[in-house]
């Protein structure tokens, strides 16, 4: 695996925005470098169709150069060109195609609705800081050195190097924003017997298509926002679209919804986030989290919003809110006794106590679907499962990074403690294995080592790591003020919509019609 050859980001046709979203009315700024200067654009709303809503030629674009530290201070271009976003255009993810000669490039930006709750009773708040954590443009992010994936697509291990700091003002790595097939990580069969580990889904269709190693885990194309908001429109279901930082920006931003959702990889947020969505619910909103290895991280905006700290496994020593009166937005663990916020609170789970599945050899052999415990749970109506019965283990629904809290069992019923933050009233309807790390030795080079498992376990399990590595996901629901909270405790709950599972499929329409009765 190597990093980026010399020259790769400057020799391209490049470009960001001023904002990650935007009111109708409102004016996109484009900085764009180009080694060619005549430049065009299409925006294009991406959902089960594609809509063109913008095309734009004769866009002059003058060639900039990529300052040493842009990953962490921003590019500093000067502005391009202006596009006013369409009174008409409807809330959504809006991808934008920059064309030069044979040159092209790919951004996005998030539109929210010109009557916010009028049309749509839910809305989905794209994890948009998880993609900036994973963007390695101009040399680094949160996880290391950006790296070509063709280079070695069966060695996805993290880089030395990471920046606790990433800045918005650069542009997104290509198949980041705009993956070209559908991109899966876990490996969807299990190993035989002396076999070496399967690649992720999408490995092979990556290595050629100049990809960054970190260009998986995050993003919306072909990711999982991107099916899950084909099959509600395919259903019929009205969705609104918010960025995470619109939930910074005004904290009453989620008031018009009876229904919030977070959908796929969302790791990582802010203070005023978890304040927003937690008061949301309190209020009487519903929530949920189809999502896994949710809000496991904290970060911080600085810079007026414009680059976001994320200091990760270093936090606890290195973080500069040490010390201070600001101590507790420390960018380590929710979970850390530093923060003293678990996120288990919020969501009933946490990636701590679960972990990864059917990832590098993170039970490469092991069930990939829930057992279900509780089938007289409102969330399984109609689907006519009963106690024992597995789910999703055809697809892999739980698989790469799930969630799950500590529990006990009660006449065979898992109940949760309530040690990690989960409430006691958490309704525990499935549980699958899940593993913070790789066992020791690997039978072979892993992909996860033991890295989040260590960290844990320092900061959470008194050091014991062994406590780290037994985990389980769990799914169900819970009862917060005045409002209610479902968790899916997976990453995978939108390829099961993909895959037109029917289990899925129904327990996905019983939460979001229980959420706007």
């Known amino acids: 695996m190597?990093?980026?050859?010399?020259?790769?980001?400057?020799?391209?046709?490049?470009?960001?925005?001023?904002?990650?979203?935007?009111?109708?009315?409102?004016?996109?700024?484009?900085?764009?470098?180009?080694?060619?200067?005549?430049?065009?654009?299409?925006?294009?709303?991406?959902g089960d169709r594609e809509t063109l809503v913008h095309e734009g030629h004769g866009l002059h674009a003058g060639h900039h150069e990529t300052p040493e530290h842009a990953y962490r201070e921003g590019c500093g271009w000067p502005e391009t060109f202006a596009l006013e976003i369409g009174t008409d255009w409807p809330s959504g993810y809006y991808r934008v195609a920059l064309r030069a000669g044979a040159l092209e490039a790919e951004h996005f930006f998030v539109v929210r609705a010109a009557n916010p709750g009028a049309l749509a009773r839910h809305v989905l708040v794209l994890a948009t800081n998880t993609y900036q954590a994973y963007n390695g443009w101009g040399g680094k992010n949160l996880y290391g050195n950006d790296a070509s994936f063709a280079a070695s697509p069966d060695q996805l291990v993290h880089r030395p190097v990471p920046t606790p700091v990433v800045a918005w003002d650069r542009p997104w790595s290509r198949c980041l924003v705009a993956s070209p097939v559908?991109?899966?990580?876990?490996?969807?069969?299990?190993?035989?017997?002396?076999?070496?580990?399967?690649?992720?889904?999408?490995?092979?269709?990556?290595?050629?298509?100049?990809?960054?190693?970190?260009?998986?885990?995050?993003g919306f194309v072909n990711k999982w926002e991107h099916p899950f908001v084909v099959w509600a429109e395919r259903a019929g279901i009205e969705l609104d679209y918010l960025a995470q930082s619109d939930l910074d920006r005004d904290p009453n931003v989620l008031e018009p919804y009876p229904s919030y959702l977070s959908v796929g990889h969302d790791e990582y947020w802010t203070w005023e986030e978890r304040d927003a969505v937690e008061a949301f619910v309190d209020a009487g909103g519903s929530a949920a989290f189809f999502s896994g290895n949710t809000c496991f991280w904290q970060v911080r905006f600085e810079r007026e919003g414009r680059a976001m700290a994320g200091y990760k496994f270093t936090a606890p020593t290195a973080d500069p809110v040490l010390g201070t009166e600001r101590e507790r937005r420390v960018t380590s663990l929710w979970?850390?006794?530093l923060i003293g916020r678990p996120e288990a609170e919020m969501t009933g789970v946490s990636f701590s106590r679960a972990g990864y599945a059917r990832t590098g050899y993170a039970l490469s052999r092991g069930t990939a679907g829930y057992t279900i415990y509780r089938p007289d749970h409102w969330s399984l109506a109609g689907t006519d499962l009963f106690y024992g019965d597995v789910i999703g283990d055809d697809f892999a629904l739980v698989a790469y990074e799930t969630d799950g809290c500590d529990f006990r069992l009660d006449q065979g019923l898992p109940v949760p403690t309530g040690e990690d933050g989960a409430p006691t009233g958490f309704e525990i309807v499935g549980v699958a294995p899940a593993t913070l790390g790789e066992p020791d030795p690997t039978p072979g080079e892993g992909i996860l080592g033991r890295d989040d498992a260590a960290f844990v376990a320092a900061r959470v399990f008194d050091g014991d790591i062994e406590r780290a590595l037994r985990g389980h996901a769990t799914f169900g629901s819970f009862r917060r003020g005045r409002g209610e909270v479902f968790t899916a405790g997976t990453t995978e709950w939108a390829w099961g919509l993909a895959a037109s599972d029917r289990f899925i499929d129904r327990i996905t329409r019983n939460v979001l019609e229980r959420a706007v009765r």
């Open 335 to 337: 979970a850390d006794p």
């Open 182 to 218: 559908p991109t899966r990580i876990p490996t969807s069969g299990r190993r035989g017997l002396g076999e070496p580990l399967g690649l992720p889904d999408a490995a092979a269709a990556l290595v050629n298509a100049d990809a960054s190693i970190w260009d998986m885990p995050a």
């Open 2 to 46: 190597s990093a980026r050859p010399p020259g790769y980001y400057e020799e391209g046709l490049w470009a960001y925005t001023d904002a990650t979203s935007y009111a109708p009315g409102e004016t996109a700024t484009f900085f764009v470098s180009s080694p060619v200067p005549d430049v065009s654009c299409t925006v294009t709303r991406i």
